[in-house]
């Protein structure tokens, strides 16, 4: 039995102590260097398979400082400061000698409190009445998920025009089906095509700088959501100056919120 | 003329080429250690004052290991990558030989875009006819703000029950008003309460671990805003298993979009 994509392309071989290699993979490769959310999952991976780590992932912050050569790249990751239930990351990726991103993760030991949700599910159609696009896309990550857009969908007339809306809700899940874990919900909050293009539909140059993932879930859920559907949803907030945020969450199909994500991309207009 | 509270508590003395030494102000003291928009500002004003910095802030994460002791702490602010237009930052706090928070920050060189806002500022009546909440603070940093809350202000009653929303909206400027910049647009960006408080209505210990700005106002957008008013908005997302996070906007009042930020704060209740 071959291993899943997603799980080929996260591996990572440990050379010391905080030192791991990874390896861009070409399943996973975008227009320019590979798909942002899979060196983001790896960053995260590095931490969850380090053998001082304590606790799940509740938060991780991953900026990219240059687009990855193919190839092999290192991941140096070090705990910075282990409290009581926390452990604050700090996580650098190299190639060639230089940094070309990096990272900070929080883990904790969570433990059951009060709870509720500000931001419910949204009303939505079960994902077999919502179709994915026809064909097969010419950047390979995107084929490694299947795409259900309920609103937002990539600009069927790309001409520049300005379509008033960056919102977009989708159903998603790897391709193929996959169980869910925090590398792959890391790489699912990075699913939600640029804002700008959707915006303007127009096809700038562009690339995401930094990215924020909040974990809401643990593993028991991610165990329950298995290899089901998410539903997602971004909004674009502020578009100027070269640079646009959106805002993102991400629930499974029970309806549970998982993640709350952000991130800042640099276009070119 | 003294000092600006803020200015005082942000100045920095540069012992070294990366290392500066900030100081806990007890105008900007919490709970428990300083504001954590205070610490967030003295993050960023170490890439700021930064003999090597290129452009003006982007992004910039802060994470919050432990609450820092009153007096001195070092921050170590450090380049890990160049670009034509982007800078990436490294910055770490340490007290005591420990690490006490830790901070990625991105500055660029902005350029004239096409550009829009898909966060627009709310309705919401001028500052004047909104009344600030009587007496003094109790937690001396909140002194330090002119906070008029127009929607999800502190609750009146500390029932415990739920409320059923954690949302507020707020006019906001520092107390003395104080020209806008980079440093105090970062510390405005955590003047939101914890969001636990308003929708329980109840007083749980609380901090908060990272918090995340992403800048959309340029130096001169800062200028032109100067001591006037900016209107925040806050929205809590999920909240659970002792970590909440919540979800921000900050105008100027002509509308314009400083900044959007989140943070994640753990809780214990």
Chains 1, 2 share one sequence.
């Not at 899940?173 to 925090?182: E, H, K, Q, T, V």
């Amino acid at each position: 039995m071959n291993a899943h994509p997603f799980d080929a392309g996260i591996a990572l071989e440990w050379k010391g102590a905080d030192l791991a290699q990874g390896r861009t993979s070409p399943a996973y490769a975008n227009f320019i260097g590979p798909f942002g959310g899979m060196t983001a999952a790896q960053a995260i991976n590095a931490v969850l398979t380090h053998p001082q780590r304590l606790g799940e992932p509740v938060a991780l912050t991953v900026n990219f400082a240059a687009a990855l050569a193919d190839g092999p790249f290192d991941v140096v990751a070090q705990p910075l400061r282990s409290n009581r239930s926390t452990q604050h990351w700090s996580v650098v990726l190299r190639q060639g000698g230089e940094a070309v991103g990096s990272a900070t993760a929080i883990t904790a030991a969570r433990r059951e409190t009060w709870g509720a949700t500000e931001a419910p599910m949204p009303q939505a159609p079960p994902p077999a009445g919502v179709p994915t696009p026809n064909g097969r896309a010419r950047v390979e990550w995107v084929n490694r998920y299947e795409l259900r857009f309920i609103e937002g969908g990539i600009p069927g007339q790309w001409d520049g025009g300005d379509t008033g809306s960056a919102f977009t809700r989708l159903w998603v899940r790897d391709n193929p089906p996959r169980p869910l874990d925090f590398a792959s919900l890391t790489a699912m909050s990075d699913v939600f095509f640029p804002r700008i293009w959707l915006r303007r539909a127009k096809f700038v140059p562009l690339g995401t700088v930094t990215m924020t993932v909040y974990f809401h879930a643990g593993e028991q859920v991610l165990r329950d959501t298995g290899a089901g559907y998410l539903l997602g949803q971004s909004q674009g907030q502020g578009i100027g100056a070269g640079y646009f945020d959106h805002s993102a969450l991400l629930w499974n199909d029970a309806g549970t919120l998982l993640a709350t994500t952000h991130q800042l991309v640099y276009y070119k207009e």
